[in-house]
């Protein structure tokens, strides 16, 4: 079938509408024709050339939409089922029977690989050209194929153009402090950068009883919007020191957990530094940057630790209904970081992102969808 699609043609090229073809449906494969989708920071990482990705290719990965045909193989969706669409896994090597489906064995090339695992194309143009896809999903279309892991059910009162950026951003943050950090009662943390997946984080902190929240950036009303939503403490880096200030706001003893999704290398170094005795830290951006650290006195001498987070190592099937019952109950409301845009609009959606004047840009697809 036919489709209109923002393909990306090379780094740093903007998002342009074109008409693709949409591979046949594999049996193992559910179509979704697409109601709504976040942009998140990691689809402008690869834009931007902050990530390798081969070009043209469909980017996009924070879609919600309604189940249009569903594989011969695929027993547990039926069409017309509103559906939020996170990342593929396997669901049988050892990781994902363990319960982290975000390290599944086949996670790479089930989400990066680009084109199906047996090589076909999602995408091709009429002259044949491979239109590459990404996380099993490439939600910057109006319909797409993926498989039945990317898929969580949602009840039909779900307002899927809400629901679309739970999928990554949001889970992401929730996922890193409940499941990366493990985050107990009473301790503290410090969130660097307070975009989507630092505010879901912060949030989450709260839901899980942190005493001391502390929320870093650049930009004063994304501060204030953290502090809106729980954070104890508001820093600007820009204007006061920030080692200084969170060993003042800690009697000098540092922060339990720090998560960096800035990815800039003085920020990630500062998230070590920031550390109490046994602490420990996540950068999770998307980045290109790196730090040198000495693991001597970094690491070893205060028994800190640094992990790496993926995808919140969350369960979406689990965690997308369980920050929807949050939602409900009003201690994470979500709502507050999204900005709808037409899709027509994705290019001043992104840069809107990127510039920090809207926090969680949702492009709506299907203008018509109603709740
Ligand atoms: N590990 C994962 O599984 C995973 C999943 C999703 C997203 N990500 C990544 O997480 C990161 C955050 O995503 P997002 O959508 O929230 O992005 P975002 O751009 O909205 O948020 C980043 C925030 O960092 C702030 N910032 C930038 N430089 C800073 C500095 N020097 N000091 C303090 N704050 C600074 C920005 O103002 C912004 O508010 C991105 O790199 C994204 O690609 C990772
Ligand atoms: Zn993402
Ligand atoms: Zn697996």
């Known amino acids: 079938m ?19 073809n949409l591979a046949e449906l594999k049996d193992d494969e559910v179509r979704v024709k697409i109601v709504a989708t976040g942009i998140c920071h990691s689809d402008d990482a690869l834009r931007l050339g902050h990530a390798a990705y081969e070009f043209p290719g469909v980017l996009g990965h924070e879609g919600a939409g309604i189940v249009e045909k569903v594989g011969s193989g695929v027993s547990n969706i039926q069409e017309g089922d509103h559906v939020v669409l996170a990342y593929a896994y396997c669901s049988h090597c050892n990781h994902c029977l363990e319960g982290i489906p975000a390290a599944c064995t086949d996670w790479l090339s089930l989400n990066w690989g680009a084109v199906h695992t047996d090589g076909t194309p999602f ?27 990317n898929i969580t059910k949602v009840e039909k009162d779900v307002d899927l153009r809400l629901a679309a950026p739970l999928a990554c951003g949001l889970m992401t943050g929730v996922g890193t ?9 009473g301790s503290s943390i410090v969130i660097f950068g307070t975009g989507a997946v630092g505010l879901a984080a912060m949030m989450a902190a709260k839901i899980s009883g942190c005493s001391t ?34 060993r003042e706001i800690t009697n000098q003893v540092g922060v339990n957990y720090s998560v960096d999704t800035t990815g800039v290398e003085s920020v990630m170094k500062l998230s070590l530094d920031v550390l109490a005795i046994r602490g420990v830290a996540a950068p999770i951006a998307v980045t290109n940057q790196n730090i040198t650290i000495n693991t001597l006195t970094d690491l070893a001498l205060a028994s800190k630790k640094m992990i790496g987070v993926l995808m919140g190592a969350t369960v979406p099937q689990l965690s997308i209904p369980k920050m929807i019952e949050y939602f409900k109950n009003g201690v994470f409301p979500f709502d507050r970081l999204i900005q709808l845009y037409d899709f027509d609009d994705i290019n001043q959606a992104s840069a809107d992102s990127l510039s920090g004047k809207t926090i969680k840009p949702v492009l709506v697809v299907d203008k018509s969808y109603t709740v």
């Open 213 to 246: 929240i502390i929320a870093v950036d650049i930009h004063d009303a994304r501060l204030q919007l953290a502090e809106e939503l729980g954070a104890t403490h508001v820093i600007n880096s820009r204007s006061t020191d920030v080692l200084e200030k969170i």
């Open 123 to 149: 995408f091709t143009r009429d002259d044949g050209t491979v239109v590459r896809n990404f996380f099993h999903q490439s939600s910057f279309a109006t319909h797409i194929n993926v498989k039945a892991t």
């Open 2 to 20: 036919k489709v209109k699609a923002a393909v990306v043609n090379g780094v740093n090229q903007p998002y342009t509408f074109e008409t693709l």
């Open 177 to 185: 402090v409940v499941n990366g950090l493990e985050a107990k009662p």
